[in-house]
T-cell receptor, first 119, second 114 residues
């Protein structure tokens, strides 16, 4: 069975601070995808990143960066110089990457982390 | 390109009543998903369609929930009768066939059962 744990329920920071959102996962699949989604107050889930389990390179996109460590089953997300517009609920998710697998395409989400950035 | 459309955005009903939600996926997307997101939790997949066929409905409470996608485009999710614990946001998502890892989500329908 797949499981995603986001231990931080809520995080509150002041604008321009850096913040890291933690994600730990469990899976028996040999190939899998990891995702981060943002859910602003409007409710729509916005895709941020997808990472294949074969690719452990860290990625940076503007103020966002992701640290994937297979050895610790973690896929953490850092926002540098946070802004008020970053306030949202952030979800980490996992799915099987093998097209023949029973869980292919089925997203398993963590509980989410509520991030509030104060001006 | 238009995104995934859902209606209504909000619905309040009393327990034991019935309710239906509608989803229009992105044009050309063969795969459609319904998720349930209870307050404070991540979304949970209820049902997945490939065109008009069901791929997975293992987590759909079939005694009260039903879903259909008759022409392989729009989909309707129904709850009958509703219970208090059905209060949640119901999210619809769609993806291209063969790209199930690229799911696009709609704005959701927030259901409150009183």
């Amino acid at each position: 069975a797949q499981k995603v744990t986001q231990a931080q329920t809520e995080i509150s920071v002041v604008e321009k601070e850096d913040v890291t959102l933690d994600c730990v996962y469990e899976t028996r699949d040999t190939t899998y995808y990891l995702f981060w989604y943002k859910q602003p107050p409007s409710g729509e889930l916005v895709f941020l990143i997808r990472r294949n389990s074969f690719d452990e390179q860290n990625e940076i996109s503007g103020r966002y960066s992701w640290n994937f460590q297979k050895s610790t089953s973690s896929f953490n997300f850092t926002i540098t110089a946070s802004q008020v517009v970053d306030s949202a609920v952030y979800f980490c998710a996992l799915s099987e990457a093998w097209a023949g697998g029973t869980s292919y395409g089925k997203l398993t989400f963590g509980q989410g982390t509520i991030l509030t950035v104060h001006p | 390109e238009a995104g995934v459309a859902q209606s209504p955005r909000y619905k309040i009903i009393e327990k034991r009543q019935s309710v239906a939600f509608w989803c229009n996926p992105i044009s050309g997307h063969a795969t459609l998903y319904w998720y349930q997101q209870i307050l404070g939790q991540g979304p949970k997949l209820l049902i997945q369609f490939q065109n008009n066929g069901v791929v997975d409905d293992s987590q759909l409470p079939k005694d009260r929930f039903s879903a259909e996608r008759l022409k392989g485009v729009d989909s309707t999710l129904k709850i009958q009768p509703a219970k208090l614990e059905d209060s949640a946001v119901y999210l619809c998502a769609s993806s291209l066939e063969g790209k199930v890892y690229e799911q696009y989500f709609g704005p959701g329908t927030r259901l409150t059962v009183t």
